[in-house]
């Protein structure tokens, strides 16, 4: 089976995600922002999309066509369409989505489709959005996937895929998630449950794994990997009001979704001396957003990134003490990118061996990956870590 997952807004970041949960498929990048998937078996593209925070739709490929003429384009679309559009009660709602260039006229492709399936006797309704491709607010809110269809045409170098959409990115549970949630501390910042998704699947661990954040904030990681299924989660602050917020929002969050119990201890106390609560080589993985730095007043940065260091060598020194030999971290490390250049951490990590990935990033120059948009101060790097042998 061909399955296309469209990346999100850091697609570097949602192909080592999807790598690191499927590592046995095969991939391709067939387009800028659209993953190609090659799977033996079927996979359960709901529970995918759940999981998965940097994928935007996954759907079935079921085309590919060599330099097709307008013709065979309809004729593709129309086979993608007509056998849904026949059982449907009412007026069918379809939409046309394209990726890897603007090849095709979708005013063009969007009005003969629709003349075909009113000559095959079938009502429809064109929906169409404001950029070549469809989000999935549009996708959603025109029952595209319950009542309708959304077709896929990826322009690649050497072929034309066509493609349906089959899910696309929960938006209303993680908005809920994440501005819904009774404990919020928006001076401290609030981590997005998406990127929280992205760091619990880059630790590559299965659910009987062992899950720790020591800067456990308002809860989201822990959260968001009960979501997942892990069984053993254990959560710590130096603040007591961050352990009030994470327990108020995990009480929350159970109740609402009538989670199972699992074994969860939150603990307050400093993540430099985390050893004095756990036992020796018992976490299978960290993943954890520490302390930033102000997000607002940057005037002494050199003082900053002096003191972050500090702070970083230290709590990286004490999860050695807790980690599992074969354990991962997955932690987050400031980038403050309104400096010219931008001014990164270099915390030592001695007992630690860095994972790199595929490329060098530009702005650290380090094999890491980047999250931010344009407007943040702070940019997030996203640094994994396994114990040194």
Same mark, same amino acid.
């Given at each position: 089976?061909?399955?296309?997952?469209?990346?999100?807004? =850091?697609?570097?970041?949602?192909?080592?995600?999807? @790598?690191?949960?499927?590592?046995?498929?095969?991939?391709?990048?067939?387009?800028?922002?659209?993953?190609?998937?090659?799977?033996?078996?079927?996979?359960?593209?709901?529970?995918?999309? @759940?999981?998965?925070?940097?994928?935007? @739709?996954?759907?079935?490929?079921?085309?590919?066509?060599?330099?097709?003429?307008?013709?065979?384009?309809?004729?593709?679309?129309?086979?993608?369409?007509?056998?849904?559009?026949?059982?449907?009660?009412?007026?069918? #709602? *379809?939409?046309?989505?394209?990726?890897?260039?603007?090849?095709?006229?979708? @005013?063009?492709?969007?009005?003969?489709?629709?003349?075909?399936?009113?000559?095959?006797?079938?009502?429809?309704?064109?929906?169409?959005?404001?950029?070549?491709?469809?989000?999935?607010?549009?996708?959603?809110?025109? =029952?595209?996937?319950?009542?309708?269809?959304?077709?896929?045409?990826?322009?690649?170098?050497?072929?034309? *895929?066509?493609? &349906?959409?089959?899910?696309?990115?929960?938006?209303?549970?993680?908005?809920? &998630? /994440?501005?819904?949630? #009774?404990?919020?501390? /928006?001076?401290?910042?609030?981590?997005?449950?998406?990127?929280?998704?992205?760091?619990? %699947?880059?630790?590559?661990?299965?659910?009987?794994?062992?899950?720790?954040?020591?800067?456990?904030?308002?809860?989201?990681?822990?959260?968001?990997?009960?979501?997942?299924? *892990?069984?053993?989660?254990?959560?710590?602050?130096?603040?007591?009001?961050?352990?009030? /917020?994470?327990?108020?929002?995990?009480?929350?969050?159970?109740?609402?979704?009538?989670?199972?119990?699992?074994?969860?201890?939150?603990?307050?106390?400093?993540?430099?001396?985390?050893?004095?609560?756990?036992? $020796? %080589?018992?976490?299978?993985?960290?993943?954890?957003? $520490?302390?930033?730095?102000?997000?607002?007043?940057?005037?002494?940065?050199?003082?900053?990134?002096?003191?972050?260091? =500090?702070?970083?060598?230290?709590?990286?020194?004490?999860?050695?003490?807790?980690?599992? #030999?074969?354990?991962?971290?997955?932690?987050?490390? #400031?980038?403050?990118?309104?400096?010219? $250049?931008?001014?990164?951490?270099?915390?030592?990590?001695?007992?630690?061996?860095?994972?790199?990935?595929?490329?060098?990033? &530009?702005?650290?120059?380090?094999?890491?990956?980047?999250?931010?948009?344009?407007?943040?101060?702070?940019?997030?790097?996203?640094?994994?870590?396994?114990?040194?042998?």
């Amino acid at each position: 089976m061909k399955y296309f997952f469209q990346l999100g807004s =850091h697609p570097e970041i949602s192909i080592a995600e999807i @790598k690191a949960v499927f590592p046995q498929i095969t991939t391709q990048l067939v387009a800028s922002d659209i993953l190609m998937v090659e799977s033996k078996e079927n996979i359960d593209t709901l529970e995918t999309i @759940k999981r998965l925070g940097g994928t935007i @739709k996954i759907g079935l490929i079921t085309k590919e066509l060599n330099k097709p003429r307008l013709k065979e384009m309809l004729d593709a679309i129309a086979d993608e369409l007509k056998p849904k559009a026949e059982m449907a009660e009412s007026k069918f #709602p *379809y939409g046309l989505s394209q990726y890897g260039g603007g090849k095709w006229n979708l @005013k063009v492709l969007g009005m003969e489709t629709k003349k075909e399936l009113q000559a095959a006797g079938i009502s429809s309704r064109w929906v169409t959005g404001q950029e070549a491709t469809l989000s999935s607010v549009v996708v959603e809110q025109n =029952h595209l996937l319950d009542k309708g269809a959304e077709v896929i045409i990826i322009n690649s170098q050497d072929k034309i *895929y066509i493609g &349906r959409t089959l899910v696309v990115q929960l938006f209303k549970e993680l908005s809920a &998630r /994440d501005y819904g949630r #009774p404990g919020r501390d /928006d001076y401290s910042g609030m981590l997005p449950p998406k990127l929280a998704q992205m760091m619990i %699947n880059l630790a590559g661990q299965d659910m009987k794994a062992t899950i720790l954040d020591p800067f456990c904030g308002s809860g989201t990681i822990l959260a968001e990997s009960w979501l997942m299924g *892990y069984q053993k989660i254990y959560g710590s602050d130096l603040s007591s009001k961050a352990i009030a /917020d994470t327990s108020t929002n995990l009480r929350w969050l159970a109740e609402k979704l009538k989670l199972k119990p699992i074994k969860l201890e939150l603990e307050t106390i400093s993540a430099t001396e985390i050893s004095k609560w756990l036992k $020796p %080589n018992s976490v299978d993985a960290i993943i954890t957003e $520490p302390y930033l730095g102000p997000a607002r007043n940057q005037d002494n940065l050199g003082r900053i990134v002096s003191e972050l260091d =500090h702070l970083y060598a230290q709590t990286l020194k004490e999860m050695l003490r807790v980690i599992k #030999p074969t354990g991962v971290v997955v932690m987050l490390w #400031p980038v403050f990118v309104k400096s010219n $250049p931008a001014t990164k951490i270099n915390p030592s990590f001695s007992g630690w061996k860095l994972i790199q990935t595929e490329n060098e990033n &530009r702005i650290t120059k380090r094999h890491t990956l980047i999250y931010g948009r344009v407007g943040q101060k702070v940019w997030r790097e996203i640094v994994i870590l396994k114990p040194v042998k």
